[in-house]
C-alpha cells in the first residue's frame, strides 16, 4: 500500500468529501477558493492548503499527480 492511500484511510468519511471536491477543481484547472501556492524553486509542484489539510501536486498540461496528502496538527511544527 502507498503512502497516498494510507492517508487517505486516516481521513474521515467528511475530509475524503473535501478532498474529492479539490481534486476535482484541481483536475479542471479552477483554483478559485483555494489555497494554492506554487513551492520555491519548481515550476511544475504546488500546494493546496484547506483547514488542517495539505495536498502536495505535480501538474503537468496533460495530468495531475498527488504527491502527498497530510494533516497538520498542533504539535506538527513544535521543536523537541
Known amino acids: ?42 515550476d511544475d509542484i504546488y500546494r493546496v492548503r484547506k483547514g488542517d489539510m495539505r495536498i502536495i501536486f505535480h501538474k503537468t498540461s496533460k495530468a495531475v499527480k498527488i504527491l502527498a496528502l497530510e494533516r497538520r496538527t498542533t504539535t506538527t511544527y513544535r521543536k523537541k
Open 1 to 42: 500500500m502507498d503512502k497516498i492511500a494510507k492517508a487517505l484511510l486516516k481521513l474521515s468519511q467528511a475530509e475524503r468529501r473535501k478532498l474529492k471536491e479539490i481534486l476535482a477543481k484541481i483536475e479542471k484547472s479552477d483554483f478559485s477558493g483555494l489555497d494554492l501556492k506554487k513551492l520555491q524553486a519548481r
